[in-house]
């Protein structure tokens, strides 16, 4: 993080401790039984809140949905709704979240929607806490705490939090970076959906934009339909503009995806595609996303019962289609190398029940076990 960024961030802060102070020092504690429900409930309505404002207002603010989700915990089950997938998590808590992709249109129309979204549930907080006691006053200062979104989701261009506080600076090779056209789109509901064919399709269809976000669901989609060699040509030419250098991690994200399968399609020998993995994988760093590929790392290092760890920890995680598909993928190799058969099947079904097709799940099944370094 930059000094400037810190120093704002901190004056931010500091500016809204000043500002809430005089309301949290009202608080006053109810008994746990009460606090326990009301800290929950505030959870639950400001998390639906929010989600509703955005699912209302993501015409006009140039948002356009990929998938939804509902629940917490594993991604259990996938139902279609409308054009976009609803995936169904493992513990049925009351929690809705969505995928969008920011469409071009102009910046002060999707600046005012987004932000009128996320402001119900600050808005109504703010007012119990200064109107209410006991119960009502702990409901109120949960609800306030739907703006934490906004800030963790600043850092991922094109979401709804960077809408909000950065692209009203943002500059037109910025716009130009984040903007989604209709074929990536399309390409992200089909991949959702369980389409790898309709969604590389999608990418077909349209030009190469030489973004981010363009090179990365095209090496995916040739990941998906087991091109590896295509793959991880496609990979190495992706190129991070300044704008998204921040997210550049994703790059070498996809990278290390095509190189693992390169290496277990047994398209590059160990002395080519372990430093270079090496590299991509530290790049990623420990990010939640990179589970999948550190896994990998692992298993090819023969580093077997790490592999399983890792790879066991990303399945558990992921809730979109490639991510989940892949980490199953990752989980069923590991366990493979490590002679566990009975434990790799089931991992594999999973990958083929949420990605249907995927080429890697059978590249897996195949070669997987013996490529490892002993």
């Given at each position: 993080m930059k000094k400037k960024t810190r120093l704002l961030l901190f004056l931010a802060v500091l500016a809204g401790s000043l500002l809430l102070q005089p309301l949290v020092s009202r608080v006053s504690v109810p008994p746990l039984h009460l606090g326990l429900l009301a800290a929950f409930g505030g959870a639950v309505a400001g998390n639906l809140l929010t989600q509703l404002g955005l699912a209302v207002l993501?015409?006009?603010?140039g948002l356009a949905p990929t998938l939804y989700v509902l629940g917490s915990g594993r991604r259990a089950r996938t139902v279609r709704l409308g054009r976009c997938p609803l995936v169904l998590r493992a513990v049925p808590l009351p929690f809705f979240a969505a995928g969008y992709q920011l469409t071009p249109g102009p910046r002060w129309r999707a600046w005012a929607a987004v932000t009128a979204a996320y402001l119900p549930a600050p808005l109504l907080g703010g007012w119990l806490l200064a109107?209410?006691?006991?119960?009502?006053q702990l409901f109120g200062l949960v609800l306030t705490a739907a703006l934490v979104?906004?800030?963790?989701?600043?850092?991922?261009?094109?979401?709804?939090?960077?809408?909000?506080?950065?692209?009203p600076a943002a500059s037109p090779a910025a716009l130009a970076e984040v903007y989604a056209t209709p074929g990536q789109v399309a390409a992200a509901r089909a991949l959702e959906g369980g389409r790898t064919a309709d969604?590389?399709?999608?990418?077909?269809?349209?030009?190469?934009?030489?973004?981010?976000?363009?090179?990365?669901?095209?090496?995916?989609?040739?990941?998906?339909?087991?091109?590896?060699?295509?793959?991880?040509?496609?990979?190495e030419r992706i190129a991070v503009a300044a704008p998204v250098a921040r997210i550049g991690w994703l790059a070498d994200l996809v990278r290390a995806e095509a190189l693992v399968c390169a290496?277990?399609?047994?398209?590059?020998?160990?002395?080519?595609y372990l430093p270079r993995l090496t590299a991509a994988v530290d790049a990623v760093g420990d990010r939640r996303p990179g589970a999948a590929v550190r896994a990998d790392l692992h298993r090819l290092r023969g580093e077997r019962e790490q592999a399983v760890k890792h790879a066991a920890a990303a399945a558990q995680r992921s809730v979109d289609a490639w991510g989940t598909a892949n980490a199953e993928c990752s989980l069923a190799a590991a366990l493979l190398a490590a002679g566990r058969p009975?434990?790799?099947?089931?991992?594999l079904a999973r990958a083929r029940a949420v990605l249907p097709g995927l080429a890697r799940a059978a590249l897996v099944e195949h070669r997987a076990a013996?490529?490892?370094?002993?």
């Open positions: 993501a015409r006009p603010a109107t209410t006691a006991g119960a009502w979104e906004l800030a963790v989701q600043a850092s991922f261009p094109g979401c709804p939090g960077w809408v909000v506080l950065r692209m969604a590389a399709a999608a990418l077909a269809a349209e030009p190469e934009t030489g973004t981010l976000a363009d090179g990365t669901a095209r090496v995916r989609a040739l990941l998906a339909t087991g091109e590896w060699a295509a793959a991880l040509e496609r990979a290496a277990d399609a047994g398209a590059l020998p160990p002395a080519e009975e434990q790799a099947d089931p991992a013996a490529v490892v370094l002993d």
